[in-house]
């Protein structure tokens, strides 16, 4: 099946610090998305990408599709403790029939923040 | 609230045992999905259903099985042929093939 590479595996950081996070695929998506894991518990979505190059925020949050439909990177501002989670990137091919609804995730990228 | 439920959160089967986890959402969504995921992976997609009495295989469908009766309920049964069930199982639905919201969870283990 497809894969997207998603780096770093894991990071560990200062509160305060800058994050930033990126996924690469051999494939072109349509459609990428940013979702966080806290132990436990399921995933949640923080940004969803529709369009090649659009920038998008969510408070401290902000993601970019890449130009090529083959990347995305997530970066964190002034990270705080509750930041800390599992970050997993996802990617969407949309074409006619049932695959138009499958999406391919990345292995995710650990969050520690010292505070 | 709308949203997705699963149970039970934690759940333990026996040797040659089926156990059936719960899904379900009042989100009016037509799609649901089932993925593991285990330590350090990724979900990995084991079912999926567009529509009503419809579903299909994703990519580690076997053991596994699936019924979608009603749109607000989607119920995995990991069967014995399953030999290594041991997961957090994770269920999610969509409108169509947008976004993807997830469900809190079910910890599957073996006794």
């Known amino acids: 099946g497809q894969q997207l590479n998603q780096s770093p595996q894991s990071m560990f950081i200062q509160e305060g610090e800058d994050v930033s996070m990126n996924c690469t695929s051999s494939s072109i998506f349509n459609t990428w998305l940013w979702y966080k894991q806290e132990p436990g518990e399921g995933p949640v979505l923080l940004i969803a990408?529709?369009?090649?190059?659009e920038l998008t925020s969510n408070g401290r949050l902000t993601a970019q599709f890449g130009i090529t439909r083959k990347d995305s990177f997530l970066n964190i501002s002034a990270s705080i403790p509750s930041d800390v989670g599992i970050y997993f990137c996802a990617g969407q091919i949309l074409r006619g029939g049932g695959s138009n609804y499958k999406l391919t995730f990345g292995k995710g990228t650990l969050l520690t923040v010292n505070p | 609230d709308g949203g997705i439920t699963q149970s039970p959160k934690y759940l333990f089967r026996k040797e040659g045992q089926n156990v059936t986890l719960s899904c379900e959402q009042n989100?009016?969504?037509?799609?649901m999905y089932w993925y593991r995921q285990d330590p350090g992976q990724g979900l990995r997609l084991i079912y999926y259903s567009q529509i009503v009495n419809d579903f299909q295989k994703g990519d580690i469908a076997e053991g596994y099985s699936v019924s979608r009766e009603k749109k607000e309920s989607f119920p995995l049964t990991v069967t014995s042929a399953q030999k290594n069930p041991t997961a957090f199982y994770l269920c999610a639905s969509s409108k169509g093939g947008e976004t993807q919201y997830f469900g809190p969870g079910t910890r599957l283990l073996v006794l």
């Open positions: 990408l529709y369009k090649a190059g």
């Open positions: 989100l009016n969504h037509d799609a």
